[in-house]
């Protein structure tokens, strides 16, 4: 039990520590990068924590594949510009009074629940039965969630589709 | 004392795989360059040893002691961590690939993989999915044109042949009814995956073929156009990870072709972790044999045979192979 909890300390401090690197770095690679090892960091947490399906999720989607697409972005921006692209500070007020409003709802969650007193037993969750009790018992937020999600691919196709067909426009126009 | 044998095993196990990994992608090196020499009606490297057989530690030795540079305007930091991601995330994949039964050794049964994770796929995708960082964050940390335009295309490309490769083992999973590499090669056992799922064993070549950045799919290295892409500001013994990196990657997608199409490790007569080596290399030759017949895709033709052939056609594959098991 004290090597899981040691570990646990460790990549709780590795988290916040790469987090907090990533938002504060003014070279948006660098930041990308961080992130990426935050999000390794949660998904060795899941692992931890007997989630082992989650974790290769997390790894996956985020780590993999959102990340990826950041870096997409950012690798078509010119390296020089990197210094302009960064929000002023001001901006920052917004962000911190959320997070602070959603840290304190957390903690009040957290502390009130009475699960959470109880120490955490090494356990590992088949990914059969995380699937059987994902569609079973939570089945409407999953319909909710794909059609939500639908409606997002729905909307990216028509943007796409929009755009070409102005480009189509205004080339015949100029022919004419 | 059993912790501590059980260590000892572990050790045993990785030091063996390891071994075998880094020798056979030295080998493969030259393997395909003797191939590739025949098929192309020339003789390839012969000088160094018989038959050239010692060229690979030529290289070696060539490699360590060449000077690892860095361009001056580079991103020292991210320039020196790319190649090591590639090599690393390469070699990690392997950790669940099974290499034969369990064997009993003095009472107790030790099984003949690294780790039987029970979600081996998903932990191999994760790997390849972090393997593109390498790729992607190499070309850019070079701070050149090509560099840049080669890891670009290099994610690009990776991120779209993702989708088909994970897409086309859906129906696997379903056959064996688990994620588990072990679990997979176990219910082959009868007869190999590549005789039920036809469908799904071209688009997981095909995919796997571009995953590995390979002719036809190499446009992230596209010598005549990007002269060497992403790795092109790269010397010394970090351009080797990089070529480590492509050749340990051809032998996992070799064994995980074996694996999830091949029966993995099953065959008559011979030892089974032979088996699953010859399956490796019969791949791994398959790729060369490839590599010197085809030439390189146009970036729309590459886009438009991921996203417009192979996506819908794993789909459909998925959709027919539920049908078929309900």
């Known amino acids: ?176 | 004392m059993t912790v501590l044998l059980g260590f000892l095993v572990l050790f045993a196990k990785l030091a063996v795989v390891l071994g075998v990994l880094l020798f056979l992608a030295a080998y493969l090196v030259w393997v395909e360059r003797r191939f590739l020499g025949r098929l192309q009606v020339r003789l390839g490297p012969n000088r160094v040893g018989l038959f050239g057989l010692l060229q690979p530690l030529a290289d070696a030795i060539k490699l360590i002691t060449k000077e690892d540079t860095v361009p001056a305007e580079a991103d020292r930091f991210i320039f020196l961590l790319a190649p090591a991601v590639v090599a690393v995330t390469a070699l990690l994949m392997f950790a669940v690939v099974p290499f034969g039964p369990d064997i009993t050794l003095g009472g107790h049964a030790i099984p003949m993989v690294i780790s039987d994770i029970n979600i081996g796929l998903l932990f191999v995708f994760a790997l390849s999915s972090l393997g593109i960082y390498g790729v992607a964050l190499g070309g850019w940390a070079s701070n050149s044109k090509f560099s840049l335009l080669g890891g670009i295309r290099g994610a690009a490309q990776m991120i779209s042949y993702e989708l088909a490769l994970g897409l086309s083992l859906v129906p696997i999973v379903m056959l064996a009814r688990s994620f588990s590499l072990v679990d997979i090669v176990n219910a082959q056992s009868r007869i190999p995956f590549i005789v039920a799922q036809p469908v799904s064993f071209v688009i997981f070549l095909l995919s796997a073929m571009a995953e590995s950045k390979r002719i036809p799919f190499d446009l992230p290295e596209a010598e005549n156009e990007l002269g060497a892409g992403f790795h092109t500001e790269y010397s010394g013994m970090r351009f080797g990870l990089f070529f480590i990196g492509e050749y340990v990657h051809m032998q996992v997608l070799g064994a995980l072709i074996a694996v999830f199409f091949l029966g993995g490790w099953h065959g008559p007569f011979l030892p089974p972790a032979v088996w699953l080596l010859i399956k490796i290399i019969l791949v791994a030759l398959v790729m060369i044999w490839v590599r010197g017949t085809l030439p390189r895709l146009r970036y729309d033709q590459l886009m438009a045979l991921g996203w417009k052939v192979l996506v819908p056609a794993a789909l459909v594959n998925i959709l027919v192979t539920g049908v078929l098991l309900v």
């Not at chain 1, 989607?61 to 692209?85: P, S």
């Open chain 1, 1 to 176: 039990m004290l090597l899981y909890t040691i570990l646990f300390y460790l990549l709780s401090a590795l988290i916040l520590a790469a987090t907090g690197l990533a938002v504060t770095r003014r070279n948006l690679v660098h930041a990308v990068v961080y992130l990426v090892i935050s999000f390794f960091g949660s998904a060795m947490l899941f692992y931890l924590l007997g989630a082992p399906f989650l974790a290769a999720l997390e790894v996956i989607i985020y780590a993999g594949a959102v990340m990826i697409l950041f870096l997409f972005i950012i690798m078509m921006l010119r390296v020089a510009d990197f210094e302009e692209q960064m929000f002023p500070p001001g901006q920052s007020i917004p962000a911190a009074i959320l997070a602070l409003g959603y840290l304190g709802i957390g903690a009040v969650l957290i502390f009130s629940d009475p699960g959470s007193r109880a120490p955490l037993l090494p356990a590992a969750a088949e990914p059969r039965v995380f699937g059987s009790y994902l569609f079973v018992k939570h089945w409407l937020a999953i319909e909710v969630v794909s059609l939500l999600l639908l409606v997002a691919l729905v909307g990216a196709l028509y943007i796409g589709r929009a755009n070409k067909a102005r480009t189509v426009a205004t080339v015949n126009k100029e022919n004419v």
